[in-house]
């Protein structure tokens, strides 16, 4: 699958196109600078995710959504201002320095989309979420955003894979160690 990147406003459903106000737009410049002054490549994967979350909550998700990690999930935005609302954004998260498990334009057969993949069935399967909006992999410095219904439609549809997927779900491989899945 090749990706095709496009612009955050080609991107967006028109539906989400609003005019922030000077405020959000200043909050957002001040916490991203401050977001990136806290991110050191060689600090360990969970380092990233607290401040990536601590930056989604300051900017955007404060009053309305939990943003907070699920189970091995990296972490989620969930739904509802709970955290027993459904996840709606799942997020796979890798150290700026973790070159080959990220994902790139031309490679999505990486460590980083297999444990996303991974994610997306455990919360259709396990957890019956079909309310699951976007999929995303980040280093902090680079985002890949998957629009759900697609994984859904080329990845948790594929009969073999979700085969495969059951099997290993429910111990039938030899080990449910996630990266035999």
Same mark, same amino acid.
């Given at each position: 699958?090749?990706?095709?990147?496009?612009? !955050?406003?080609?991107?967006?459903?028109?539906?989400?196109?609003?005019? !922030?106000?000077? @405020?959000?737009?200043?909050?957002?410049?001040?916490?991203?600078?401050?977001?990136?002054?806290?991110?050191?490549?060689?600090?360990?994967?969970?380092?990233?995710?607290?401040?990536?979350?601590?930056?989604?909550?300051?900017?955007? %998700?404060?009053? /309305?959504?939990?943003?907070? !990690?699920?189970?091995?999930?990296?972490?989620?935005?969930?739904?509802?201002?709970?955290? &027993? /609302? !459904?996840?709606?954004?799942?997020? @796979?998260?890798?150290?700026?320095?973790?070159?080959?498990?990220?994902?790139?334009?031309?490679?999505?057969?990486?460590?980083?989309?297999?444990?996303?993949?991974?994610?997306?069935?455990?919360?259709?399967?396990?957890?019956?979420?079909?309310?699951?909006?976007?999929?995303?992999?980040?280093?902090? %410095?680079?985002? %890949?955003?998957?629009?759900? &219904?697609?994984?859904?439609?080329?990845? %948790?549809?594929?009969?073999?894979?979700?085969?495969?997927?059951?099997?290993?779900?429910?111990?039938?491989?030899?080990?449910?160690?996630?990266?035999?899945?």
């Amino acid at each position: 699958m090749l990706l095709t990147p496009t612009t !955050p406003t080609k991107s967006l459903d028109p539906a989400y196109k609003l005019r !922030p106000e000077r @405020e959000q737009i200043e909050r957002f410049k001040d916490r991203f600078k401050t977001l990136f002054g806290y991110i050191d490549e060689k600090e360990s994967e969970e380092n990233i995710k607290d401040h990536l979350m601590d930056f989604l909550k300051e900017v955007y %998700y404060k009053e /309305s959504y939990v943003v907070a !990690p699920k189970g091995k999930t990296d972490f989620v935005i969930h739904l509802g201002k709970d955290a &027993a /609302s !459904p996840a709606g954004v799942l997020f @796979e998260v890798k150290r700026p320095a973790n070159r080959s498990e990220m994902v790139s334009r031309e490679n999505l057969n990486t460590k980083a989309f297999h444990e996303l993949l991974l994610y997306y069935f455990q919360e259709r399967s396990r957890d019956r979420n079909s309310d699951l909006r976007h999929c995303v992999v980040t280093n902090v %410095y680079e985002w %890949y955003i998957f629009d759900a &219904a697609l994984i859904d439609r080329v990845f %948790y549809r594929n009969a073999w894979l979700k085969k495969e997927y059951t099997a290993w779900a429910t111990g039938q491989k030899v080990s449910r160690n996630n990266d035999l899945f």
